[in-house]
């Protein structure tokens, strides 16, 4: 089994690579909630949103979220009525965010309502998310304390940031089967996914960092930082707010106390050597995933990393 910790964009397209070298039933992906919110009365959930959307093959490549072909009557229905609509919702996509805030007003926890709606588009891999307790990631900002989603969609992220804090995470556990599949897997993959804002929500929850550590499985990382900056979004700002580099570094510091590997672009070829002299291990590929092929060919890296890594602490001592 494998699993990997994702969220956001970079870990859509990453998930829809490994999907391509593996049987959909070896893999569990564990999905950040810290981006959830309420819109429009209804949950949104949208970093399960795109990693279902991808395994179903109904995600929307173009933009990087949302359902391919999707029409937006609602919305524009919603603004003749004075509603907020800076955040965008497809036809089809309102579909899942009724079905969802449906279930979960009959009292089912989100682990059990993405098991169930997950089913229903015939997705047959796990998606578990990090926990069922509500989590707002907040973004700390000179206009004031905003929600992700303020903060990322209806302001373009263009306020400079001071600092990131997961509300609501000193009472969360993880969601039921996030232990054990970190546990019993037999390589934990991060998705090249914002560092602060996507991955650092699962790491928050209590007990997962310590699962990473201690799993026997390979822990190996795909830096979303490549040649200094952000391949997208705001994941440079944000990690020079908590004072980690813009670099692979930086990436690699941000992980350091639970990862075997990672994996790096050509473009930091030359600073990947820095980090393998620090003691770790790194290998260097293209992590750009513009097409299925380079997306498919970055997650058989990834893989391949995860099983020399098996393979050598299997190895015995000579
Ligand atoms: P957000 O857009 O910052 O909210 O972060 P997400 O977690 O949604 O994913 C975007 C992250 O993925 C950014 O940090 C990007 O640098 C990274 N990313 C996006 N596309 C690629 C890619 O093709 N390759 C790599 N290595 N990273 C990518």
Same mark, same amino acid.
């Given at each position: 089994?494998?699993?990997?910790?994702?969220?956001?964009?970079?870990?859509?397209k990453?998930?829809?690579?490994?999907?391509?070298v593996?049987?959909?039933?070896e893999?569990t992906?564990?999905?950040?909630?810290?981006?959830d919110?309420?819109?429009?009365?209804?949950?949104?959930?949208?970093d399960?949103?795109?990693?279902?959307?991808?395994?179903?093959g109904?995600?929307?490549?173009?933009?990087?979220?949302?359902?391919?072909?999707?029409?937006?009557?609602c919305?524009? &229905?919603?603004?003749?009525?004075?509603?907020?609509?800076?955040?965008?919702?497809?036809?089809?996509?309102?579909?899942?965010?009724?079905?969802?805030?449906?279930?979960?007003?009959?009292?089912?926890?989100?682990?059990?309502?993405?098991?169930?709606?997950?089913?229903?588009?015939?997705?047959?891999?796990?998606i578990?998310?990090?926990?069922n307790?509500?989590?707002?990631?907040?973004v700390?900002?000179p &206009?004031?304390?905003l929600?992700?989603?303020?903060?990322?969609?209806?302001r373009w992220?263009q306020?400079?940031?001071?600092?990131?804090?997961?509300?609501?995470?000193?009472?969360?556990?993880?969601a039921?089967?996030v232990?054990?599949?970190?546990?019993?897997?037999?390589?934990?993959?991060?998705?090249?996914?914002?560092?602060?804002t996507?991955?650092?929500?699962?790491?928050?929850?209590p007990?997962?960092?310590?699962?990473?550590?201690?799993t026997?499985?390979?822990v190996?990382?795909?830096?979303?930082?490549v040649?200094?900056?952000?391949?997208?979004?705001?994941?440079?700002?944000?990690?020079?707010?908590?004072?980690?580099?813009?670099?692979?570094?930086g990436?690699?510091?941000?992980?350091?106390?639970f990862?075997?590997?990672?994996?790096?672009?050509?473009?930091?070829?030359?600073?990947?050597?820095?980090l393998?002299?620090?003691?770790?291990?790194?290998?260097?590929?293209?992590?750009?995933?513009?097409?299925a092929?380079?997306?498919?060919?970055?997650?058989q890296?990834?893989l391949?990393? &995860?099983?020399?890594?098996?393979?050598?602490?299997?190895?015995?001592?000579?």
């Amino acid at each position: 089994m494998i699993v990997i910790l994702t969220g956001g964009t970079g870990g859509a397209k990453f998930v829809y690579g490994v999907r391509q070298v593996l049987a959909p039933e070896e893999l569990t992906v564990i999905v950040n909630t810290g981006d959830d919110l309420e819109w429009w009365g209804l949950y949104v959930s949208p970093d399960i949103d795109s990693v279902s959307y991808v395994l179903s093959g109904l995600f929307n490549d173009e933009r990087g979220w949302g359902v391919k072909g999707d029409t937006f009557e609602c919305q524009q &229905a919603m603004k003749r009525l004075s509603r907020p609509a800076w955040f965008n919702v497809g036809d089809r996509d309102l579909a899942m965010h009724l079905t969802r805030t449906q279930l979960l007003n009959e009292g089912k926890t989100l682990t059990e309502v993405t098991a169930e709606l997950t089913a229903k588009l015939g997705i047959t891999s796990r998606i578990l998310p990090m926990t069922n307790a509500r989590i707002e990631t907040r973004v700390d900002t000179p &206009a004031g304390e905003l929600s992700f989603q303020e903060y990322f969609v209806q302001r373009w992220y263009q306020d400079p940031v001071k600092s990131v804090r997961f509300a609501g995470m000193e009472h969360a556990s993880p969601a039921p089967g996030v232990i054990d599949a970190i546990m019993s897997a037999s390589a934990v993959l991060l998705a090249p996914s914002n560092p602060i804002t996507s991955v650092a929500p699962i790491l928050a929850v209590p007990g997962i960092r310590t699962a990473l550590r201690t799993t026997p499985a390979s822990v190996v990382a795909v830096s979303p930082i490549v040649a200094n900056a952000a391949v997208s979004g705001p994941a440079g700002i944000l990690m020079a707010a908590h004072g980690f580099p813009i670099s692979i570094a930086g990436v690699a510091k941000v992980y350091e106390d639970f990862i075997d590997a990672l994996v790096v672009d050509n473009q930091d070829a030359e600073a990947a050597k820095k980090l393998q002299r620090a003691g770790l291990k790194v290998h260097a590929t293209n992590t750009i995933m513009k097409t299925a092929k380079a997306k498919a060919a970055l997650a058989q890296a990834a893989l391949n990393v &995860a099983s020399q890594l098996n393979s050598s602490h299997a190895a015995p001592a000579s």
